[in-house]
């Protein structure tokens, strides 16, 4: 089955800073990719998503990178805000079942 | 919030007991997952059913069961708990669960087994 390694898995930055999370992924046939933010104690949610089809997409801060080839993605967070600690969980999954394996998750630690 | 609710919200109970776990998907979603979340484990898919029918199945335990009513919640059974099996438990829904769509998680339900 699919194996989704995730790093790092703690990710202390300043405010302002950029923050990058890296995923691989071991199965060729996965391509949907999305990004889950789960604040303390709360339910994860959705941030943004990324299609085998293309290479990055971008929402605001946030952006997503796909290397194919590679096997591997990345969520980088630009100007990061205390807002944005959380604990982040890759993901991916391929068509037929479409259910995603997640990674580890990281915890990311703005401090302001 | 998600539309997504679960009850209860933390449950706690003695080895060998057996717990059930209720989830309402959002108004219009006929998908439920669930998902079994420890401090080691992160994310672990256990099950997923389809207007009532199961679609798949991740590593769920033999103790462990679940099903979905003509209403559409969900109920998963955890039966012989074992120490182990503290974790937070979350459900989720999504439209059809046919394509890939985002998953909507509900607050989720804290089990701690004593």
């Known amino acids: 089955g699919e194996n989704v390694e995730q790093h790092p898995s703690t990710l202390s930055v300043q405010e302002g800073d950029s923050a990058v999370i890296k995923c691989t992924y071991s199965d060729s046939a996965s391509n949907y990719f999305p990004w889950y933010k789960q604040e303390l104690g709360k339910r994860p949610q959705l941030i943004i998503d990324?299609?085998?089809?293309?290479g990055e997409k971008k929402d605001q801060r946030i952006a997503v990178t796909l290397n194919k080839t590679a096997k591997h993605f990345s969520l980088h967070i630009t100007e990061t805000q205390p807002e944005d600690s959380a604990v982040y969980f890759c993901?991916?999954?391929?068509?037929?079942?479409?259910?995603?394996?997640f990674g580890r998750g990281t915890s990311l630690i703005v401090h302001p | 919030d998600s539309g997504v609710t679960q009850t209860p919200k933390h449950l706690i109970t003695a080895t060998g007991q057996r717990v059930t776990l209720r989830c309402s998907p959002r108004s219009g979603d006929l998908s439920v997952y669930w998902y079994q979340q420890s401090l080691d484990q992160g994310l672990q898919f256990l099950i997923q059913y389809y207007n009532g029918e199961e679609r798949a199945k991740g590593n769920i335990l033999e103790r462990f069961s679940a099903q979905q009513f003509p209403d559409l919640h969900s109920e998963l059974n955890l039966s012989s708990l074992e120490l182990g099996d503290s974790a937070l438990y979350f459900c989720?829904?999504?439209?059809?669960?046919?394509?890939?769509?985002?998953?909507?998680f509900g607050p989720g339900t804290r089990l701690t087994v004593l």
């Open positions: 993901a991916a999954s391929k068509g037929g079942s479409y259910i995603p394996t």
């Open positions: 989720a829904s999504s439209g059809t669960g046919l394509g890939h769509e985002e998953q909507f």
């Open positions: 990324i299609r085998s089809n293309v």
